[in-house]
């Protein structure tokens, strides 16, 4: 197998041309929002002090109503992939191993669907969610815990196929321990890495979905920026560039997170 693993050299190579190919929009649209007025020099930062402006408050308004609404139900979207998907496949593997292959079956397919087909089948249902739960933008969630299922299954059972989970959790049944405590303190620290890349992936699709909220007319980052855009171009795209690096940043947080518990469940 270490014959077939490519050399440092084309590793950096690789490394560089993939950093490249995401760097140079990044930087284009930098430059962009920094730019001058045509036939004007040089380049200035007016249009980021704008933003934090309070004369600005009320022009920039949906954009941080839409961030906020994003960043709630990214957190109820990480919520219950972790609360009721993650048990499920853990039952699933422990109790019901046969029914895997229908299993991931049912969790792939939303990757299959096109989001506006979704949106016809959700559309009936939210208004039932609506008279029972309200018209608030977390009630998205529901659907978005739907949208993020193939994308969360295969890092989740990636690290389930990784691990002897049978073994682990009679080990630990014969020491008396309960199921809560075997799912909390036994399997859910050897799926740290699963579970990490799950959640990331969950915010990640949360912060860069538009269809299923601008239909169902909900106020997220998404719709909120289509909304900014036709009013300030430049002001869309630094916040796009913020949300980018805040995907950026949380991405280098899970990561450390999870050496760091790698670490620990080494030493």
């Known amino acids: 197998m270490n014959g077939l693993a490519p050399s440092p050299v084309v590793r950096w190579v690789i490394g560089i041309l993939v950093g490249l ?10 430059i962009f929002t920094l730019s001058t007025p045509a036939g004007s020099e040089g380049y200035t930062f007016d249009r980021w002090v704008a933003l934090f402006d309070p004369a600005n408050a009320a022009k920039y308004a949906p954009i941080w109503t839409g961030l906020g609404n ?40 939303p990757i299959s669907i096109p989001a506006i087909v979704l949106v016809v089948g959700l559309a009936p249902i939210y208004l039932q969610i609506g008279r029972t739960f309200g018209t608030g933008a977390w009630t998205l969630a529901f659907a978005y ?3 993020v299922l193939p994308f969360t299954y295969r890092s989740i059972q990636a690290s389930i196929d990784a691990i002897d989970l049978k073994t682990l959790s009679e080990a630990a049944r014969t020491l008396g321990a309960g199921w809560f405590t075997v799912l909390l303190r036994v399997i859910v620290p ?9 959640a990331l992936i969950s915010v990640a699709v949360v912060l860069g979905e538009f269809t299923i909220a601008s239909l169902l007319n909900r106020q997220v980052l998404q719709t909120a920026l289509v909304v900014i855009n036709r009013q300030d171009a430049y002001a869309a795209a630094i916040f796009t560039l913020l949300a ?24």
């Open 21 to 30: 190919l995401f760097a140079i929009p990044f930087g284009a649209t930098l």
């Open 70 to 109: 994003s960043l709630a139900l990214a957190a109820v979207t990480v919520a219950l992939v972790l609360l009721l998907f993650t048990p499920t496949m853990v039952l699933v593997a422990l109790k019901f191993p046969r029914l895997r292959r229908g299993f991931e079956f049912l969790a792939l397919l």
């Open 145 to 147: 815990g739907i949208l």
């Open 190 to 198: 050897n799926l740290r890495q699963g579970l990490l890349a799950g």
């Open 244 to 267: 980018l690096a805040f995907a950026f940043v949380l991405l280098l947080i899970i990561g450390r997170a999870g050496r760091v518990g790698a670490g620990r469940k080494t030493s």
